[in-house]
């Protein structure tokens, strides 16, 4: 199987209307692994994301917004650089595939 990989940045994903639209695109474009990014969301709960996804067979990761404001790495360049090594070191401790992704610019 060939993955069918989404990265979205949702601008917000607080009301129900929204999710449904979301969850309406990742079944028609047939997503098995969705990012979305700038959520707006401080405390994601299963339910929420069964809703969006369409499926309870899923898993997830969250990372808490604060406020209106996302999670964000280092701009600086020395700390980027440091930022994406130790990604790297982490990636080939495991022992399966993975998969980043974000708003990288």
């Known amino acids: 199987m060939k993955p069918q990989i989404i990265s979205w940045n949702v601008k917000g994903l607080g009301q129900a209307d929204k999710r449904l639209m979301i ?5 028609r474009w047939k997503a098995n692994i969705a990012i979305l990014q700038e959520t707006k969301i401080q405390n994601t709960e299963a339910r929420m994301v069964r809703e969006t996804w369409g499926n309870g067979l ?13 999670v ?3 701009s600086i360049k020395e700390q980027r650089k440091e930022f994406w090594e130790e990604l790297y ?11 980043l992704g974000g708003d990288f610019n």
């Open 23 to 27: 969850k309406d695109s990742l079944r």
């Open 58 to 70: 899923c898993d997830f990761i969250a990372l808490p917004a604060d406020g209106s404001k996302g």
């Open 89 to 99: 070191d982490s990636g080939v401790k495991w022992d399966h595939l993975w998969c």
């Open 72 to 74: 964000y790495g280092p």
